[in-house]
């Protein structure tokens, strides 16, 4: 069992950096997958990014790579997502998951959610 729970969002202008945190409990945190997700308003959730138990392996969404970074520190039972050059289009909430095995981009697979975090891109 994981209790997660999101930090760092906000509003900032289109260009602009956030720094997301996922905080976790429970002490098997460095034996899963996490990932983080994103809803809009009247849109599906969609994958952002994933780090293996490792942190050695990330993946990221096509609309993300090059400008979002996916890390862990697993001593401190955080993840990060590290957002750069945001765009009016990153607007959602924020969430991190986390699941038991390999990578996975299909929220489904996770076990785990926190309560989400707002981010909004706006001048």
């Known amino acids: 069992q994981v209790h997660l729970v999101e930090s760092g969002g906000g509003l900032v202008q289109p260009g602009g950096s956030l720094r997301l945190s996922c905080a976790a409990s429970g002490r098997t945190f460095n034996t899963y997958t996490m990932g983080w997700f994103r809803q809009a308003p009247g849109k599906e959730r969609e994958f952002v990014a994933v780090?293996?138990?490792?942190?050695?392996?990330?993946d990221y969404a096509d609309s993300v790579k090059g400008r979002f970074t996916i890390s862990r520190d697993n001593r401190k039972k955080t993840v990060y997502l590290q957002m750069s050059s945001l765009k009016p289009e990153d607007t959602a909430v924020y969430s991190c998951a986390a699941k038991t095995g390999l990578l996975a981009v299909r929220d489904s697979d996770y076990h785990f959610w926190g309560q989400g975090t707002q981010v909004t891109v706006s001048s």
């Open positions: 780090i293996s138990w490792t942190g050695r392996i990330t």
